[in-house]
Nanobody, 120 residues
């Protein structure tokens, strides 16, 4: 069963932008009070934390994406976002939305994953 539903992603040239979205169809999941995180996994690599945002709006970013990616959320719409600007080939990976009580723990609820491909 899909816990979180992701949209967006796709292919873009180096320097381009993409936006990922995340929500849940399950009313019992405390979307608006849990922290949201975005993770990514490239082929042959471990899953890495990209960014987190608390329910209060406090954000944190991995050094590799700092200054280029922006994580945000709209609790009224029950939506979370990852805006990715100035994309680089190194950003190519499957991106996963996560929702959990403690940001960055890698537990809780997960989206289905979205492919992001950045060409040179």
């Amino acid at each position: 069963q899909v816990q979180l539903v992701q949209t967006g992603g796709g292919s873009v040239e180096s320097g381009g932008s993409l936006r990922l979205s995340c929500t849940t169809p399950i009313p019992g999941i405390p979307f608006n009070v849990y922290a949201m995180g975005w993770y990514r996994q490239a082929p042959g690599e471990e899953r890495d934390l990209v960014a987190t945002i608390t329910a209060e709006g406090i954000t944190d970013y991995a050094d590799a994406v700092k200054g280029r990616f922006t994580i945000s959320r709209d609790n009224v719409k029950t939506m979370g976002y990852l805006q990715m600007d100035n994309l680089k080939p190194e950003d190519t990976a499957v991106y996963y939305c996560n929702l959990e009580a403690t940001p960055g723990r890698g537990k809780g609820y997960w989206g289905q994953g979205t492919q992001v491909t950045v060409s040179s």
